[in-house]
């Protein structure tokens, strides 16, 4: 059982978390500001959003895990947010927000027609389930060692607070509940470093050196891990709602080229903290154990229901944001609905909900593997979405080519290499200019089609 004081400091941290959920909640009334914060979010709100929408629990546990077994080394890895998110700022923020639209399907819609934009829809709301349930899955590995219960009776749990304090208000809510976790993680992430540092139950052991760790956590698969981030960001749903509800596009670009430097930060704090642990001789049975054992042995008492708290504010900030940019896919890609109330995207979102529950409980065994896996279908569509913006002679058929070849070329590396094979090398290092070359070449091959498609609210 946990301490007194550790549970009343949790109990705090939630209560503060659902307070900023809950509050004025009931005076979102429509739809679009129900999924777009009625599109006026300022700087400092949409880099607390940002940060805290991408700062998940899966890959918290997934790359610190890296700083266990692969040392200092694994600070590469977080080099994927710092680069793939400016790399997004440099080349579709503004355009995002220009383009003034609902979900980022809309930009294919828009280019491609109903079709295509409906495709689109179907493949990102696929892998967006998908991510989710690695989101609910890591989330419970994170609580289990506290409350020793069944998996899914804790996931359950979990999940159904985190829908309590965020579903009524919708992106409002949520980007208020960042704001607050935001405030909360800069401040006691770096504590959490500190503590690790300062542990002394412990004998000290050979660290993993440089040379080790990179043969364990192998340049090449880092790279690839870059290629894959800086080409599937761009098309990241949760990514791209929480830019259509800036207030401008000046906003919408510095808000994630400052993101990504402290997504790049938060996450290096962590892998250094779980490499400190390796250092000190702490055995565990799994890696991904590392970051768990962290907050259930290292901090103090007293402050660990805090990280608790906030490791569970982490959490369901990203779910919910998910779970919204689904809902807000939905909703401006499948319905018209300008001026329809809340009910059915508070109704599409508990859908989503339980979908990515059961998922999670079922099928995701390696948290990091499945979160990598979960990006093949939009990695595929990364030509379709650049060419819309930057290249006029893009066609439709160029567009359904290059998404064919992606999509293909991504399955058959993880069939045919798996996830012991360093799948993912094969798949960024030959599958990107394998996209990008079948979507140009079947573009030059046939004549511009424009499609103008205004079937967008907003």
């Known amino acids: ?32 500001a129900y999924i777009l914060a009625d599109r006026h979010t300022g700087l400092f709100a949409l880099i607390a959003t940002l940060v805290m929408t991408e700062l998940n629990t899966s890959t918290l546990i997934s790359f610190s895990s890296a700083g266990y077994f692969a040392g200092d080394w694994a600070i590469t890895l977080p080099l ?70 069944n998996s899914w ?21 949520i980007i208020r509940s960042d704001m607050v976790s935001f405030l909360l993680v800069l401040f006691f992430l770096p504590l959490i470093f500190y503590w690790t540092v300062n542990f002394n139950e412990s004998v000290p052991v050979q660290p993993i050196s440089i040379i080790e760790g990179r043969k364990l956590l192998t340049p090449d698969f880092v790279i690839s891990l870059i290629v894959l981030t800086s080409f599937t960001y761009i098309l990241a749903p949760w990514y791209g709602q929480k830019i259509f509800s800036a207030k401008n596009a000046k906003i919408a670009y510095w ?76 909703m401006s890609d499948f319905f018209i609905l300008p001026n329809s109330n809340i009910k059915k995207p508070i109704v599409i979102t508990l859908t989503f909900a339980f979908i990515s529950l059961i998922l999670a409980n079922t099928l995701v065994d390696n948290v990091f593997n499945k979160l990598v896996l ?28 290059s998404t064919i070849v992606g999509l293909a070329w991504g399955i058959f590396c993880y069939w045919y290499f798996g996830e012991q094979g360093n799948y993912t090398v094969y798949w960024a290092f030959y599958g990107l200019p394998l996209i990008f070359l079948s979507g140009a070449g079947f573009s030059l091959l046939g004549p511009v089609l424009k499609i103008e498609n205004q079937r967008f609210f907003g």
């Open 153 to 173: 009776l804790l996931s359950t749990i979990l999940i159904t607070a985190v829908v309590l304090f965020t579903l009524r208000g919708g992106l409002i809510s």
């Open 255 to 330: 808000a994630v080229a400052l993101s990504s430097v402290f997504i790049f930060a938060l996450y290096g704090l962590m892998v250094l903290a779980c490499s400190v642990l390796q250092k000190k001789g702490i055995e565990l049975k799994s890696a991904e154990n590392a970051l768990p054992f962290i907050l259930a042995n290292v901090i103090p008492v007293g402050a660990r229901g805090i990280a608790y708290g906030l490791i569970f504010c982490i959490g369901a900030t990203t779910l919910a944001g998910v779970w919204s940019a689904m809902t807000s896919m939905v």
């Open 80 to 149: 994927v947010f710092l680069i793939g998110l400016s790399f997004y700022a440099l080349t579709v923020a503004k355009k995002y927000r220009e383009f003034n639209a609902v979900s980022v399907a809309e930009v294919f819609y828009k280019k491609y027609g109903s079709a295509y934009g409906r495709a689109v829809s179907i493949c990102l709301i696929c892998a967006m389930v998908g991510f989710s349930s690695t989101y609910i899955r890591s989330l419970t590995i994170f609580f289990a060692p506290l409350l020793h219960i």
């Open 374 to 401: 979960a990006n093949i279908p939009v990695f595929a569509l990364s030509f379709a979405l650049l060419a819309a913006f930057y290249w006029p002679r893009v066609t439709i058929i160029g567009a359904y080519a």
């Open 1 to 32: 059982m946990m301490p007194v004081f550790d549970f009343l400091g949790f109990l705090a941290i939630i209560g503060i978390f659902a307070l900023s959920g809950m509050w004025r909640a009931n005076r979102v009334k429509t739809a679009i």
